[in-house]
């Protein structure tokens, strides 16, 4: 039952996440752009559902350990993406964009340290 919980969880953090990156992709502003800016959000936004999440299964503990590794593992790992993440620094880098790379991860580990604290605090609160 566990893989099953993963399973469909992950495909529909995927789709999610590829749904995003669609929608980004045809958007003017970041076709001007060479900075990923869907890749960051997306991690962003994963981040806090994965604060949220632990906050609330460690002070609540009413979700079942299936729903917990559908959405944790499953959904949050499917829905965020170090691998694209990687790529894409690669590809500033090569392409000679080193202040954009630097800024790029940067960014990326501030923003989602404190999307994961958000997403905690937030849960926290509204359990107590």
Known sequence: MSYLAVFLGGGIGALA???ISLLFAR??????????????????????ALGFLYALTLFNGKLSPEIQLALTVGFCGAF????????????????GA???????????????????ALGFFCARTLLS
């Not at 958007?27 to 994963?46: A, D, H, K, R």
């Open 80 to 95: 965020t993406t170090f691998s694209t993440f990687a790529l894409e620094i690669f590809n500033l880098i090569r392409d």
């Open 17 to 19: 996440r590829y749904g």
């Open 98 to 116: 080193l202040a954009l790379a630097f800024l790029y991860v940067l960014a990326s580990f501030l923003f989602g340290l404190i999307a994961v």
């Open 27 to 48: 958007s003017s502003f970041v076709t001007v752009f060479t900075f990923p800016l869907s890749t960051l959000l997306i991690n962003i936004v994963g981040s806090f």
